[in-house]
């Protein structure tokens, strides 16, 4: 009976060190989007920015935006005093992609949802966001 718990054990090792490699890729991924939205919530365009790689693309609603400056110019009015707050309806993953649902809460309590941003994370970094809604 001990002898099948350890091989019941070293099996499921195993099959977690398999299986480690992705979710933790999925995992960082992750973290990465957790910490741009942060960023955006924080109310601090260079610190959103940062979260992008420095040649990243970013598609939102028809315009495109390549690299910081660009992508700094796209998301300014967002960063304006009185600009709506965020708020995360959803969240996952799909495929190696992070995605989220936002609805925008302006001051008065009204929300306006949803859109949908779907995230590429290379090396720690957002290389592709496209954005709509």
Same mark, same amino acid.
């Given at each position: 009976?001990?002898?099948?718990?350890? !091989?019941?054990?070293?099996?499921?090792?195993?099959?977690?060190?398999?299986?480690?490699?992705?979710?933790?890729? =999925?995992?960082?991924?992750?973290?990465? +989007? =957790?910490? @741009?939205? %942060?960023?955006?919530?924080?109310?601090?365009?260079?610190?959103?920015?940062? /979260?992008?790689?420095?040649?990243?693309?970013?598609?939102? %609603? #028809?315009? /495109?935006? /390549? #690299? @910081?400056?660009? !992508?700094?110019?796209?998301?300014?009015? %967002?960063?304006?005093?009185?600009?709506?707050?965020?708020?995360?309806?959803?969240? #996952?993953?799909?495929?190696? %992609? +992070?995605? !989220?649902?936002?609805?925008? +809460?302006?001051?008065? #309590?009204?929300?306006? *949802? *949803?859109?949908?941003?779907?995230?590429?994370?290379?090396?720690?970094?957002? /290389?592709?966001? +496209?954005?709509?809604?």
């Amino acid at each position: 009976m001990r002898n099948m718990r350890i !091989i019941a054990a070293a099996g499921a090792l195993a099959a977690t060190a398999i299986a480690s490699p992705v979710a933790l890729a =999925q995992s960082d991924d992750a973290a990465v +989007v =957790q910490a @741009h939205v %942060n960023a955006y919530r924080s109310g601090s365009l260079d610190a959103f920015v940062a /979260t992008f790689a420095k040649d990243a693309t970013v598609t939102a %609603n #028809g315009l /495109t935006a /390549t #690299g @910081h400056a660009e !992508i700094r110019k796209l998301y300014s009015l %967002n960063f304006k005093p009185g600009a709506p707050k965020i708020k995360i309806v959803e969240s #996952g993953l799909s495929g190696p %992609n +992070v995605y !989220i649902n936002a609805a925008y +809460v302006f001051k008065d #309590g009204r929300e306006m *949802c *949803c859109s949908y941003s779907e995230y590429t994370i290379k090396n720690g970094k957002i /290389t592709y966001l +496209v954005s709509s809604g």
